[in-house]
C-alpha cells in the first residue's frame, strides 16, 4: 500500500517571500514522487518529479523539491512567491516497482499568496 | 491542442440515468488512466489501460461503472443508475511507457447529479 500525507491544509505567505508546502509519503517499494498543481476548474499540471539521482530536483515556475529519504518527505519550495502561485498543489507518490504507474495522491494543499 | 481531451467538461444528469464520458490521451502515450476527484480532496484512482487492456481497476469502481479502451487509443468511461454520491470530477490522464513519462492529465469532466 502506499500513502501520501499533506498535513496543511492551506499556506499564507505574503508575495516575495519564500513558500514552502510540506509532503511526506509511505511505499513499500522506490518511491517516486510528483507534485501538480490545479487551478480552479482545471485538470492537473505536471510541476517536477523525483525518480533517482540528485534529491533536490527542479521544475516548472521556479519551483524545487527536496527528496530526504530518512524523514520520507517531499517538500515543495520555491525562494519568491507571486500571487500567480495561488491554487492548490498536491504531492503524488507511486511504487517504482509498480509496473502500473498509479498515483496516489494528497489531500492537497491550498496555496494562498498575498500583495 | 496535443493534451489530453476530455469531452464533455460537464455534465448535469438525474438520479437513475446513464452518463458516458470519453476521454482521448496524447497520441503516442499507451497507458490511460481514470481519476475521481471530489471537493477538497485529492484525486482517487479509478483503472488503468496498457493500450487497450484494463490492468488494474479500483476497489472504488463498483459495477456499475465500466470502462473500455477498444482500440487503444480514445477510453470511455460509464456510470450506470447515476446516484448524487457519483457527482464528481473525472479526471482522465496519460503517459508513455517507452518514455516513462509522468502522467499527463486532462481537464476533467465534471458530473452533476441531481
Known amino acids: 500500500a502506499q500513502s501520501v500525507a499533506q498535513p496543511e491544509d492551506q499556506v499564507n505567505v505574503a508575495e516575495g517571500n519564500p513558500l514552502t508546502v510540506k509532503c511526506t509519503y509511505s511505499v513499500s517499494g522506490n518511491p517516486y514522487l510528483f507534485w501538480y498543481v490545479q487551478y480552479p476548474n482545471r485538470g492537473l499540471q505536471f510541476l517536477l518529479k523525483?525518480?533517482?539521482?540528485?534529491?533536490l530536483v527542479k521544475g516548472s515556475y521556479g519551483f524545487e523539491a527536496e527528496f530526504n529519504k530518512s524523514q520520507t518527505s517531499f517538500h515543495l519550495k520555491k525562494p519568491s512567491a507571486l500571487v500567480s502561485d495561488s491554487a492548490l498543489y498536491f504531492c503524488a507518490v507511486r511504487d517504482g516497482g509498480n509496473a502500473g504507474n498509479m498515483l496516489t495522491f494528497g489531500g492537497g494543499t491550498r496555496l494562498m499568496v498575498k500583495p | 491542442d496535443t493534451g489530453v481531451s476530455q469531452d464533455p467538461r460537464h455534465k448535469i444528469t438525474k438520479r437513475g440515468q446513464n452518463v458516458t464520458f470519453r476521454c482521448d490521451p496524447i497520441?503516442?502515450?499507451?497507458?490511460l488512466y481514470w481519476y475521481r476527484q471530489t471537493l477538497g480532496q485529492g484525486p482517487e484512482f479509478l483503472t488503468y489501460?496498457?493500450?487497450?487492456?484494463?490492468?488494474?481497476k479500483s476497489r472504488l469502481l463498483s459495477d456499475r461503472f465500466s470502462a473500455e479502451r477498444p482500440k487503444g487509443s480514445f477510453s470511455t468511461l460509464e456510470i450506470q443508475r447515476t446516484e448524487q454520491g457519483d457527482s464528481a470530477m473525472y479526471l482522465c490522464?496519460?503517459?508513455?511507457?517507452?518514455?516513462?513519462?509522468?502522467?499527463?492529465f486532462g481537464q476533467g469532466t465534471r458530473l452533476t447529479v441531481v
Open positions: 523525483y525518480i533517482t539521482g540528485d534529491n
Open positions: 489501460f496498457q493500450n487497450e487492456a484494463q490492468l488494474e
Open positions: 490522464a496519460s503517459s508513455s511507457q517507452t518514455l516513462n513519462t509522468e502522467a499527463f
Open positions: 497520441s503516442e502515450h499507451n497507458r
